[in-house]
């Protein structure tokens, strides 16, 4: 047998295990995949949460947070009209100044819903008009509801019952008559008194005119320029409470300041003992390695927790949970930093007669500082978002805010104001972070 007719044969056996070999795990990776993902569909209960999920209460969720409703409502027992943005006492409409949409005439109204629904009230019943489906009636009496409905098939958004009626044609349009009161609700975009409350004077003023005020001699309020009422109004509007929340947010970042300064002073020099070739004693090395471990072990929640219980509620809290987790993390980064550091620029600071600290000063500080930076700098950054969610555990600042907000759904546009606060806060805190990098590391 020639050289010829063996080296075929023996590319052929070299080859043909490895490509069987990647055959079979082109076909158990997706199997592997598959399986766990089957596994997790099942362990999870995805079946079940999806069967509980309530798209229809997340979208009512989602318009809250965008827009606010003005109530209509019609009281039998007292036999008022009262129109208030959200319900609320305080942000009632006086009944002679009412928006251009409602047309009140004594016991009956007019409520023009736009694009050609109406409701009509009359006494105790109520008129829907919906385009392209036809009236639908609803009258309050002594036990309950009467409903009349237009012939053909009931819609989903219309729930008949005997002690209620619901028509809700889209999102941003609701009736609701019980046997006590008929209430209407037409939604618009945008925030309720974000800016002022609605008893304010200075309620329902453009920007111009306001800057007008702030540069009017005339005081509003003889104990404050009118700059300042404009500011004061502002910051202690009682439904955004402008004020608490941007206090809450200063809290929040000197939590995350204070709790990554700490432990980035507590961890570089205990970097130091941990480096293997700064401390040659093995027991001092291994003690700082598991001080580290047994610091970054424990996630930040559990330490908030337990600083909770020693020291009680407050930013404090939530910076020495930071800064106790931060020293593990960051010391451990230091020390591998320092174990990698170029021998030959501290024995060149040596050769110049300078001592210990010299050395480390101009020998090896030099070397690990880009690390040093940029590592605080990242766990700064995500420090401000920890420390939102540790606030949420009683440690204080937007994180608190932020549950109280979510309590309840009727306050979910106060939810969403935070939230975009929060991620405004992170993205400077980022930006901030970046400019600090190029100065310090860059030198630009």
Partial sequence: MTTDTLEPTVTLNTVWPKI??????????????????????FA???????A???????AILATDSVAYKVQVEKNFRSDTFEVAIEGERTATYDNTDLPDWIDLSGDNAVVDLGEGYEIEIDGKTAL??????????????????ETKLPEGPVPDWVKVDPRKLEVRPTIDRRLQITKTKIEVHNYFAGW???????????YGMSFSELY???????????DYSNLWFV??????????????VLTALFETIMMAVLGTLTAALFGLPLAFLAARNFTPSLVLRFGTRRLFDFLRGIDMLIWSLIFIRAFGLGPLTGALAIAFTDTGSLGKLFSEALENIDNRQVEGVRATGANQLQRYRFGVI?????????QVLYYLESNTRSATVIGALGAGGIGLLLVETMKTSRDWENTSYIIILTIVVVILMDQMSSWLRRKLIEGR
């Fill in 52 to 58: 509980k999920a309530r798209p229809d209460r997340a």
């Fill in 20 to 41: 069987r070999r990647r055959a079979w795990l082109t076909v158990l990776v997706p199997c592997t995949v598959l399986l766990y993902l089957a596994y997790t569909w």
């Fill in 231 to 244: 500011v004061e109004e502002f910051l202690s509007n009682p439904d955004w409470q402008h004020g608490a």
């Fill in 212 to 222: 007008a005020l702030a540069l009017n001699a005339d005081r509003i309020d003889p």
């Fill in 192 to 202: 309720e008194n974000f800016w002022f409350p609605f008893r304010s004077p200075l």
């Fill in 366 to 374: 030099p070397q690990i500082l880009p690390v040093f930076v940029s």
């Fill in 128 to 145: 829907f008009t919906i385009p392209n489906f036809g009236v639908i009636r609803g009258t309050a009496t002594e036990t309950g509801v």
């Fill in 44 to 50: 999870f209960d995805i079946t079940g949460l999806l």
